[in-house]
């Protein structure tokens, strides 16, 4: 991606910031990439292969450092992640048009915004007594893989109010679990678009720099560092701004 040197700038902090934010609670930050890339004239090429490159670096950092932690459960993990390898995969290889792609994009942002406004330190007194039904847990999987593939995000950000409605798992096991889901969704959706001949690895060193830099702080020393409450309603609102603005494009 080519930028002149102060929007490379603005486009690395603001990078660095959703990276250190995200990885924080166990998630890639794809959505707020694609939130950040949104303002710029990229694209929709570029901006999702970018958000899963980005997504596989700061949530792989996520998972290292949840699995040291010993919050990873493989039992949890697997039936997520069997069911959406091959649905990513299949998502990254869909081409959609550029007006579908805004629109998915912007229910996307919307989601994600509707999470960070209203995600709340309660959460940390789950209990957790539900056993997890493949059942459910698989077709959920592949749902999510499939949209994850088409718009370019891991699918965490979907994937942790489901485990955490359901009573699977705690916050913590939840936040290990999404980092690995979006790993490999990421993976596989990289694969779909590689498939389809429209993997551009054009991304910027230095947003790369940014990105792995905001990750393992994040991923290090955890939301509360970070006054958490007051970024999640910072990137809620740079995530509105972006949603609203896709829309109005495509008015």
Known sequence: MDFSLPTLALVCLLIFFVAALYSSVGHGGASGYLAVLSFFVVSPEKMSTTALMLNVLVAGLATFSYYRAKHLSMK??????????????????????????????????????????????????????????????????????????????????????????????????????SALFIVVNSFAGLGGRALRGSFDVST??????????????????????????VLRRILCLVLLIAAIKLIMTMV
């Open 76 to 177: 949890l993990a697997w039936p997520f992640i069997l069911a959406s390898i091959p649905a990513a995969f299949a998502g990254g290889t869909i081409r959609i048009s550029e007006k579908a792609y805004f629109l998915l994009l912007a229910l996307v942002l919307l989601f994600a915004a509707y999470r960070l406004a209203f995600t709340s330190r309660v959460e940390e007194d789950q209990i957790t007594d539900k056993p997890m039904n493949a059942r459910i847990s698989l077709p959920v999987g592949a749902g999510i893989g499939v949209l994850s593939g088409i718009v370019g995000v891991g699918g965490g950000i979907f994937l942790s109010p489901i485990m955490l409605l359901m009573k699977w798992a705690s916050v913590k096991q939840t936040a290990a679990v």
């Open 204 to 229: 910027s060193i230095p947003i790369v720099v940014a990105a792995f830099t905001g990750g393992l702080i994040g991923s290090y020393f955890g939301a509360s560092k970070f006054s958490g409450l």
